[in-house]
């Protein structure tokens, strides 16, 4: 039966995925390999903390009783049975807490938005060479995977989720040679590189969709989505995510298509096996490049509902809900299990908009053979009534980790993130972006997205605590979702200009694609042309890379200090998540253990200095990190700053 394994101060701490390559050894299974991978990994065998002997004990008692037969029900239990939470789940051979080890469960991610990073020819748009010309400064993070959103040809209605030419590299961004330059750099500094698969829709401008719209009879017709009008209206009532009615008249056969985003973006018909067989080719044919993965965008949207009946009343609001985990979901992802993604040891995430947490397991238990992870998003739209920002509490965030730790068992992998290319600034949005408390606040979400249960993203630029921007007029803005809204809102006078621009400072989506500020010459360093192709944000002369790589008390620092932290210690991948104070609405505080290994983490929310006595007989021991300098303070009674951030052993 299985040993309960920990693992402990990697003899060499800079090497990535340490346990990984343990993993490697250990599927063997095969005691005296075990043991070797454990000694050159740094594993030890914890004495008295093998939890899964009550659990044998009972399935022996078990069978003697009931015979042969509940036997098969016992493996059935660890094969497809009901959800069991880590804490009582036994822990076979090769597992930690109960876990299978993965290179991906144990990374932390940083997703690049190409078109902002940096630009290396001077014409205003970050390429591919300007990832190159950086990579230095994305290890020097200590993050392991690199997740680049589309890189491929498009007319750029959404840059890069309309995507014309899925083996092609966007023109303003590089070369096929480029982007094999960037794989192998990436490779060589030992980090892995997913990308962005944009498959519930194409660009109208992609080759099957120019020949789909020519005719109904084209041999591409079924490749999207059409149906004829409805009493002279649209087919449905479904509503585009980026404002009015999701079809579009075409005017050659006088056919509506379905576009749930766009009306640049006609959504694929997944229902057709050849739609199917070219997402798959595609694939192959990054993977075969060497690609680790992918990020798979509004992924649960593929399966359309059967006869695509009327969104009922209450979805109006939130449509994704309606449009997510259709009758088909299921079947298309393990298919492409079996044609493409069991062949590669790659990772895959879903951008899983409209999928609840209680369908989580549905989509990510790795008995199921269908993706390894999903992005809830619970946590990042926390601040938002529909797309309206809105003051969320610290209570109702932690009520959201603790469920997601209780909603998936060890079967299932969540993913940690508070920021992307589609919502604001994290330190903006749940830190304090103010002078005083930008850099703690930022250091203090950093401590909590790299300790909390579940597979960390970083986007561009929170590792410097670049915030949002100071838009004031529409004219400033880039992005569709918000150039379309403007027009169905403030120009048929249903909302104020000045209410407009007031949420479009503080949930935006172009406040994160604002350029990556680089240093304090013109434009933060981003480009050499008189314009970037969306203005740098004003506060580049306080807030940027080269200010802060000379600072050992910068945001970056911090962030590789905690990236280390988390390197070297597995219970903050795998070990039990318990949230000590659920209520308080200031503090934070929980803690993350295998067996005896165990780590308390303490976060003030607050601008306010907090003395915390810690609850029950919990004392804070040895202190690992803090993100105001060192203090000697132990014990039950802590005196916390505003928005200080500790971790102790305890
Ligand atoms: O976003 C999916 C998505 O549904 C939202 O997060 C979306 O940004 C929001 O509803 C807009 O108001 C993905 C991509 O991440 C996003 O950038 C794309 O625009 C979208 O899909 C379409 O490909
Ligand atoms: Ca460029």
């Not at 009783?65 to 880590?86: H, K, N, Q, W, Y």
């Not at 739209?381 to 969320?392: F, I, S, T, V």
């Not at 850099?439 to 790299?450: G, P």
């Not at 597979?455 to 838009?471: A, C, R, S, V």
Request: charged share 20%; hydrophobic share 40%; glycine share 6%.
């Amino acid at each position: 039966m299985g040993e309960f394994l920990v693992l402990q101060n990697y003899a060499h701490e800079s090497a990535r995925f340490a346990m990984h390559r343990w993993w490697e050894y250990a599927k063997s299974n095969n005691p005296r390999s075990l043991a070797k991978g454990c000694s050159m990994a740094g594993v030890q065998k914890i004495p008295g903390v093998i939890k899964d002997q009550p659990v044998i004990i009972t399935r022996l008692a078990l069978f003697i009783l009931f015979g042969i037969g509940l036997m098969g029900v016992s493996s059935a239990t660890d094969g497809a049975g009901p959800a069991v939470g880590p804490q009582n789940a036994s822990a076979p051979a090769g597992t930690i807490n109960g876990y299978q080890p993965k290179w991906w469960k144990e990374a932390i991610v940083y997703q690049i938005y190409p078109r902002s990073f940096k630009d290396s020819n001077g014409d205003g748009i970050g390429d591919l060479q300007g990832i190159i010309s950086k990579l230095d400064y994305i290890q020097g993070l200590g993050v392991n995977v690199v997740w680049l959103c589309p890189h491929y040809d498009s007319p750029n209605a959404d840059n890069g989720y309309d995507i014309r030419n899925y083996r092609k590299v966007m023109t303003e961004f590089g070369t096929m040679a480029d982007f094999d330059e960037l794989l192998k750099a990436i490779k060589q500094r030992h980090m892995k590189l997913v990308l962005d698969l944009v498959v519930n829709h194409t660009s109208d401008e992609h080759a099957w969709f120019v020949e789909s719209r020519k005719s109904k009879d084209s041999p591409y017709r079924d490749y999207y989505i059409w149906r004829p009008a409805k009493d002279g209206q649209p087919p449905n009532n479904w509503t585009s995510f980026f404002s009015g009615s999701a079809w579009k008249l075409d005017p050659t056969t006088g056919e509506y298509y379905l576009h749930l985003f766009a009306e640049k973006q006609p959504d694929l018909n997944w229902d057709n096996p050849k739609v199917r067989s070219e997402v798959y080719d595609l694939m192959k044919f990054w993977l075969d490049k060497g690609v680790d993965g992918f990020r798979m965008d509004v992924i649960p949207f593929i399966s359309k509902r059967e006869g695509l009946p009327d969104l009922p009343p209450e979805y109006m609001s939130q449509p994704q809900y309606f449009y997510a985990m259709g009758p088909h979901l299921h079947e298309y992802l393990q298919e492409m299990d079996r044609e493409v993604l069991s062949k590669y040891d790659m990772m895959t995430v879903g951008e899983a908009f409209g999928v609840t947490l209680e369908q989580t397991p549905s989509l990510v238990d790795e008995r199921r053979s269908e993706l390894n992870m999903i992005f809830n998003f619970d946590a990042v739209r926390l601040n938002r009534n529909g797309d309206e920002w809105r003051d969320w509490t610290l209570p109702e965030l932690k009520a959201i980790y603790t469920q997601q730790s209780q909603a998936l068992d060890v079967h299932s992998w969540n993913t940690i993130f508070l920021s992307n290319h589609d919502n604001p600034r994290v330190v903006s949005a749940f830190g304090n972006d103010s002078p005083a408390y930008r850099v703690a606040s930022a250091k203090a979400l950093a401590t909590m997205v790299l300790t909390l249960k579940g597979t960390p993203f970083i986007y561009q630029g929170d590792e410097l605590g670049m915030t949002n921007y100071p838009f004031t007029s529409i004219d400033q803005c880039d992005d569709i979702a918000v150039k379309n809204a403007w027009q169905a809102l403030v120009v048929t006078k249903k909302v104020s200009p000045e209410v407009f621009m007031a949420n479009v400072r503080k949930v935006s989506r172009d406040n994160s694609r604002t350029p990556m500020q680089w240093d304090n010459s013109p434009n933060g360093g981003f480009t050499t042309a008189p314009k970037a192709w969306l203005a740098v944000n004003p506060n580049f002369l306080e807030i940027n890379a080269n200010q802060e790589l000379s600072d050992p008390n910068s945001v970056y620092h911090y962030f590789a200090q905690m990236a280390a932290l988390r390197e070297k210690t597995p219970a903050f991948v795998y070990g039990d998540y318990t949230d000590l104070d659920p209520a308080n609405p200031k503090i934070f505080a929980y803690t993350r253990a295998i067996g005896a290994e165990k780590y308390l983490v303490v976060l003030n929310f607050s601008t306010d200095a907090v003395t915390y006595k810690l609850p029950g007989s919990i004392k804070a021991g040895e202190l690992l990190i803090s993100n105001l300098g060192k203090t000697t303070e132990r014990g039950d009674t802590l005196h916390l700053r505003g928005w200080e951030a500790r971790i102790y052993k305890f």
